[in-house]
Structure formats: structure tokens, C-alpha cells
């Protein structure tokens, strides 16, 4: 073998990675499939033909099932449970991380004439493998009907769709767009789920042509709507099983961490691993130039390029190699004998001169080449790669949008992909203080020991992509010392990331019902936490160069630092308001229990949208019960329709916390309980603005004793409710958000009158107080 050939063999040698692996060799008496269905490993029929339990297929009568007995993994612990379904017929299984089952997962309700439940069931699901959040569709079918899904992953999680109609000619076939049939996507990584059918009317308006309503989850594309279906008496069962797609991976490590133990490595010989980018673990796949099952020992076989034309480029001999091939000339020619170029050349008669000259030459520069080839293709390669994700994470998008602002405004900083990586350690897990359903936080230190909180999203598709461009044009434009400061946004990785300033002590959410943690916040610090808060969102209302609102206001986006000083967060869902319009049309986006229901009814977006999530903030405070409870009674398990009953019925003194309760400022409680009740009326434009409430909370803290002037009342918008008593004292509540009577204003013992109207008032000398500026941490979302 000549000098440079031997360069050559040694240069691939280091250049390429040889892993051995000990991957699985499952017996040749294993079933390889069990009627129509092929299964492949890691998939088996019995514990000695798979790779572990929660890859059995049960095959009985020929028809693949997943067992009644499934085993869920969390972190380093199995745990099992009885699945409350039927068993799952397995549809299909991609070695791609895809599992595709038929089950009924589905609800329905149906109504007679005078609006009386006939009917109703509900199939949950409890399975090893998360269901798909991008191959399956939430879909609701009927008039007059909501449903939701609700996620039990850790802590409970809710989304939901709504569907209207009045009457039958309005609906169109196949559209799900809400009127006749809606549908939505659901949380990732979910695996255990139950869906929940409900009616705003019990379909007593339109029981003439549908008296039931339905939801189902679904294959995307599986069902198509048709009219006809509202006229029937639709159920689950007459649907029939609906294909469920699943995500399915090996184990709960990454690639990296998985290839330290190589007698649990998956991966077989001549393959590769990659991390999945749904669910936690790793897949495999063949390397180039192979095919067949990765997962075996043997499974991944060369691909014989020769004896396909459209597989190589040779214009002579081809010869086949292990995972590519070579092309040659004929004898008494030389070159690379690949089509499209010289060819092959003759050879020269006359011999070389300096045959050691020539081969120190060639060896020199082979290696050169080589070296220069290596590195030049994989510096091309990162900075194409770092363009795609530019422009995939809505770079241009991102610029187009800040050059329209204000350049004299300060600009976030745009951070390479190595900053970020040192602050957080390479991503490590140990740096992560919060997780959420758009995304996880790191905690990051950059350089000058400056602590900072980077959100990195979990999903790359558009709608991820739109929202966090949406984030960093809405965070620089705002100037407040209560709103969350953005630093800067790093967009050469494959998910979009933001980073914030650091704060310490945790949300809102956290203080106040975090678990084994009892709050030490007395009743000062919560009316300041208030005030601060109604402060930002009237800035962001009417003081931002361009009005922004919120939509997603809520105790978990309120963070707190060493002070208690409070600091608005998390502007992913946030919209800007153009001058010209008080209010906007959108997809319903919030979160149960802090949604306002006008808004949810008409997706009519305005600023009192946000003044009713702030009024259940404050009565959050007041209380120190969740916004929603679903271990109560039902008339409980909803804060705000629980805190409006109690204080129609004079029964506030019954809900309110017992950390503050005692404290001596049940004035100020009525007070504040008062404007939670302005703030929660359903209809919008009964509401205050966040100035007025900015207002009213900013009078609390800076006067003793509050004097209330002089109002017309208005008798559409009062409601007299019976007295009752706190700490002794007689009291008439001024709001009422459930019905339009005429009531009496509030009566407190200073003997002036309050009510909902007197929060348009304007307060001469009093101005809207900024807390001090505050940073980012998340806690739990």
C-alpha cells in the first residue's frame, strides 16, 4: 500500500466516530407481525421479543392490542395504574418514534325538549406513551356546546373549544372553525387526559335539530365534519374508534448520557442517535448509506449503490463499499471516473523523475487539503445552519418589526449561541428554575457575574414562533419599574430564546399556594403587591407608546423580588392595540379561571379584559384560595363566582385568609373587596379602567381613611344586598357582576358612599405609583 493511501485510511480513521454498541439480538422465533400489522423492534409480542414492558403489543385473535396493564414512567420510578379504556388496537408503528392506535377518547352529552341530561359519557386515557400535541386534533361537534380537556401531568392542566350556532344553514361542511364544530390543539407530553362536554343552554334553542354534543380527540384529518351530523343523536359509540397518534422514545436520557452505559444503548451498529425533539429520551436511526431496523444489532445493512443508476454518478466501474461506493477507470487511464467531469485521463508513458519529491508533494498536500476540506465544510455548515434558525426563528420578522420603533429607545441585546451556553452550563438541567407550557427557564450567569433568567421555547412551529417575536416587540416598548425587563434574545439555536433579569423570590402563584410553604405576607405587602400591579397594567393601557394588553393575567405572571415589590411578566400572549380601536377580535387565548367571560363569549378583546383577571388577583390576595379548585364542592371550585356569592350573601368575612384576617384593616379589606367586585361585573364596559382601580388601590395606601365622594347612582348598574358584618361592622356592597338590579352603595363606617361608578372619578393630586424595577424568574406555570 503506498505512503499516502496509508494517510488517507489514518485520516478517516480519526475524522470518523466507531461506537460499539451492544444492542438487542431478539430470537428468531419472535413474531414479526400479528395480522395486517408488522411489528418491528423494540416492539414485541411477548417480554423475550421486546425491548421492555411498555413496548408489549398484546395479539390475540390476530389483532394487536396494547395490554389493559400499562407501566408510566416518571423521571426514575415506574409506577402502574389500570388504564379505564378499553385495551388499544394498534394501527401502525413507525420506527420514526410514531404509534398509532384506535380507541373511543372521547364525551357527550344529550338534552330533551325541556333541557334535562338523557345521556352523557366520557372516555378517559391513561397510557406509558404521550399522545401527539401535533398529530391529533381536540374536536368539539354541536350548538350551543363547550368542552375541555383536562391534562393530569404533575399538576392539572385545562384547554378547551367552544362551539355556536343558531341555526342549521350555518354551518359548512368541513369547516371547524366554531360554528358547528371547533377544534384545538393539546398541551405536549400529556398522558393521562379526560374530556369533559358541556351546554350554556342545555340545547333548549336548538334541540329542533341538535340535541347532542360531542368531543373527541383524534388523528388530524381522520374526521370530516358534516352538517348532518348535528341532526343526529351523535354519541362517541356511533362514531366509532378514531385513530390516536402517539410519540413514543427509548428511556428518559439524551443521546450523550445514554451512550455511557453501553449495555442499555439502543442504537445497533452502524446507526446513529438523535435526542426527540417531543417527548424525553432518544431515537436511532441508520446511518448513511444503510437501511433496515436500528434498533437491532445487526439491523442496519449497506445499501449496494451499484446496482441502482439513480444511486451513483459513476461513468466506469463502480465499486460498492460499506456505506458508499467507488468509482473507477479503466487500466491505462487515471482520474475519478464520475460523470459530469474530465473523467478519465490516459496515462503518461514517460515515468516520474523525482518519484520522492512527488510523493512527499502529494502526501503534504493531501493533508493539507484534507484538513482544509474538513474544517471549511463544517464552518459552511454551522453558519447555515445558524441562517435557518435565524430565519426560522422569525429573524427577519423580528427585525422588520424593531426598526419601526423608536431608535432612540434602548435596544435588546442579540447574544451568540456560546454566551448563552456558558451562562446555563450547556443547558443543564440543574440550572432549570421553572417549566412551563410554552417553554422551560434556565437560570444563566453572564459575564460580570450578571444573573439572568433565559426562557427557552419547548415547540418549533410557527405559532411559537409568532408568539415570541410577539414577546420582544411588546417587552421593548415598555418602560415601567413593574414590568419584567427584557435583556436581549438569541436566535441561532433551533427554539427561539429570550433573556430576562433575575429575581429570587419565586411568583405571586408561589407565595401564596406554593406547596409545603405558608405565606408570611401580611395584609400591607399584599395591598402594595395590588397597587403595584393595577399601576403597570394602567401603564401598559393608556401610558405605553402603543396600548398593550396583557391577556393572560394571573398570579403565576406576577413575580415578586427580596422586597415584595411586584413585577408583571410573561407578554407571550400580549397584543398591541392600535390607536384607532378600543377593541380587537381574536382567538380566545387565557387561562381558565382568570378568563373574562365576555371575551371567552365573543372573543372581543379589550383592557377590561385585563381588569378582570386582575379583580380575581385580588381577591387571590384576599383570600388565599386558587382560582380554580377542582378537590371542592362545586360552588367553590370557581374563586370569582365563590367570591361574588359571598359577597351577596354577606358572607365575606367567611372566605377571607386567616393570615390577614386579624390584622386590624378590615376596612381596607371591604374596600379592596369592593373594587374586585367592580372589576369581575360580566359585562366590560361596567367595569373600571386599570387607571381608575390604580387609582382607588394608590388612595388605600397613602391615606388613612379613604373619603368617598358624592355619586349619582345609577340604578342599572347597583343591586341592594342584605348587611352583614366584618370585625362589627355593617356593611352594603356597591357591585354586583351576576345580576342588573338597582342596589344601595357601600356603606363604611366613616359614613361616605362607595360604588363601582365613583372608580371614574378622577383623583386630583394622586398619581399612579411605578414600584422599583424587577426581573424574571419563573416558578411552575
Known amino acids: 500500500m503506498r505512503f499516502p493511501q496509508i494517510l488517507v485510511l489514518l485520516l478517516v480513521v480519526v475524522l470518523v466516530e466507531e461506537l460499539a454498541v451492544n444492542a438487542a439480538t431478539p430470537s428468531t422465533s419472535c413474531p414479526q407481525s400479528c395480522g395486517n400489522l408488522t411489528i418491528p423492534y423494540p416492539f414485541g409480542t411477548s417480554l423475550d421479543c421486546c425491548r421492555n414492558e411498555s413496548f408489549l403489543i398484546t395479539c390475540n385473535d390476530s389483532k394487536p392490542y396494547f395490554p389493559a396493564k400499562q407501566y408510566i414512567y416518571f423521571h426514575d420510578r415506574f409506577y402502574t395504574e389500570t388504564l ?102 393539546i398541551r405536549e407530553g400529556v398522558r393521562k387526559i379526560q374530556l369533559t362536554v358541556s351546554s350554556y343552554k342545555n340545547h333548549t334553542d336548538v334541540i329542533f335539530f341538535n340535541p347532542c354534543g360531542v368531543a373527541f380527540l383524534a388523528e388530524e384529518g381522520s374526521h370530516t365534519f358534516f352538517p348532518d351530523e348535528l341532526l343526529k343523536n351523535m354519541t362517541v359509540r356511533g362514531i366509532g374508534p378514531m385513530p390516536v397518534v402517539l410519540d413514543w422514545a427509548i428511556g428518559n436520557e439524551t443521546c450523550e448520557e445514554a451512550r455511557t452505559n453501553l449495555s442499555s444503548y439502543a442504537c445497533g451498529q452502524n446507526s446513529i442517535c438523535y435526542n426527540s425533539t417531543k417527548v424525553y429520551g432518544y431515537l436511532c436511526n441508520c446511518s448513511q448509506g444503510y437501511q433496515g431496523n436500528p434498533y437491532l444489532s445487526n439491523g442496519c445493512q449497506d445499501i449496494n449503490e451499484c446496482l441502482n443508476d439513480k444511486l451513483h454518478n459513476c461513468t466506469n466501474k463502480c465499486n460498492n463499499i460499506a456505506g458508499s461506493f467507488n468509482c473507477y477507470c479503466p487500466k491505462g487511464f487515471h482520474g475519478d471516473g464520475v460523470r459530469g467531469s474530465q473523467g478519465c485521463i490516459r496515462d503518461q508513458t514517460n515515468p516520474p523523475i523525482t518519484l520522492i519529491t512527488l510523493g512527499l508533494g502529494v502526501t503534504v498536500a493531501l493533508f493539507v487539503g484534507c484538513f482544509l476540506l474538513y474544517w471549511g465544510i463544517k464552518r459552511r455548515k454551522l453558519i447555515q445552519l445558524r441562517e435557518k434558525f435565524f430565519q426560522q426563528n422569525g429573524g427577519m420578522m423580528l427585525q422588520q418589526q424593531l426598526s419601526k420603533l ?106 401564596l399556594h406554593g406547596v409545603g410553604h405558608v405565606s408570611s405576607m ?228 366613616h359614613g361616605h358612599l362607595a360604588s363601582c361608578s365613583n372608580l371614574s372619578r378622577t383623583m386630583t393630586g394622586v398619581p399612579i405609583y411605578q414600584g422599583p424595577s424587577g426581573a424574571l424568574k419563573w416558578d411552575t406555570i
Open 84 to 185: 379505564n379504556t378499553n385495551d388499544l388496537t394498534v394501527l401502525d408503528i413507525s420506527l420514526a418514534g410514531e404509534l398509532r392506535v384506535s380507541t373511543w377518547l372521547g364525551a357527550y352529552a344529550c338534552y330533551n325538549k325541556s333541557g334535562g341530561l338523557v345521556d352523557s359519557y366520557n372516555s378517559p386515557l391513561s397510557t406509558f406513551f404521550p399522545i401527539s400535541s401535533t398529530k391529533n386534533k381536540f374536536t368539539v361537534v354541536g350548538c350551543d356546546t363547550y368542552a375541555y380537556v383536562q391534562h393530569y401531568q404533575g399538576s392539572g392542566y385545562i384547554s378547551g373549544c367552544m362551539s355556536m350556532c343558531d341555526d342549521f344553514y350555518d354551518v359548512v361542511a368541513g369547516s371547524c372553525s366554531g360554528i358547528g364544530c371547533c377544534q384545538t390543539l
Open 406 to 511: 423608536d431608535s432612540s429607545a434602548e435596544t435588546a441585546k442579540i447574544f451568540t449561541i456560546e454566551e448563552v451556553k456558558k451562562a446555563t452550563n450547556n443547558f443543564s438541567e440543574s440550572e432549570i428554575v421553572g417549566r412551563g407550557g410554552y417553554g422551560t427557564v434556565y437560570k444563566g450567569i453572564l459575564s460580570q457575574n450578571k444573573i439572568v433568567a433565559i426562557k427557552k421555547s419547548s415547540v418549533v412551529d410557527q405559532s411559537q414562533v409568532d408568539q415570541f417575536v410577539n414577546e420582544v416587540i411588546v417587552l421593548s416598548q415598555i418602560n415601567h419599574r413593574n414590568v419584567v425587563k427584557l435583556l436581549g434574545c438569541c436566535l441561532e439555536t433551533e427554539v427561539p430564546l429570550l433573556v430576562y433579569e433575575f429575581i429570587t423570590n419565586g411568583t405571586l402563584y408561589h407565595n
Open 522 to 749: 401580611p395584609w400591607e405587602i399584599r395591598l402594595r403587591i395590588a397597587k403595584e400591579t393595577a399601576g403597570a397594567l394602567a401603564y401598559l393601557h393608556s401610558a405605553a407608546s402603543i396600548p398593550i394588553i396583557h391577556r393572560d393575567v394571573k398570579s403565576t405572571n406576577i413575580l415578586l423580588d427580596d422586597n415584595f415589590i411586584a413585577i408583571v411578566s410573561d407578554f407571550g400572549s400580549s397584543r398591541l392595540v392600535p390607536l384607532d380601536k378600543t377593541q380587537l377580535t381574536t382567538m380566545v387565548q387565557g387561562t381558565f379561571g382568570y378568563l373574562d367571560p365576555e371575551y371567552f363569549h365573543t372573543s372581543h378583546l379589550s383592557e377590561k379584559s385585563d381588569t378582570y383577571s386582575f379583580g380575581v388577583v385580588l381577591v387571590e390576595l384576599l383570600t388565599g384560595i386558587k382560582a380554580l379548585s377542582f378537590d371542592k364542592p362545586e360552588e367553590e371550585r370557581n374563586l370569582a363566582t365563590y367570591f361574588l356569592s359571598s359577597m351577596k350573601e354577606n358572607r365575606l368575612s367567611l372566605i377571607l385568609d386567616d393570615r390577614i384576617v386579624n390584622e386590624g384593616n378590615s376596612d381596607e379589606m371591604l374596600e379592596v373587596a369592593n373594587i374586585a367586585q367592580c372589576c369581575l361585573r360580566l359585562k366590560g364596559d361596567k367595569r373600571p379602567t386599570m387607571r381608575e382601580v390604580a387609582m382607588e388601590l394608590e388612595g388605600l395606601t397613602r391615606v388613612e381613611k379613604h373619603l368617598w365622594t358624592s355619586i349619582d347612582v345609577d340604578p342599572e348598574e347597583t343591586e341592594f344586598l342584605l348587611s352583614g358584618s366584618l370585625n362589627s361592622q355593617s356593611i352594603t356592597t356597591g357591585c354586583d357582576s351576576l345580576k342588573d338590579k338597582d342596589v344601595i352603595p357601600l356603606k363604611v363606617d
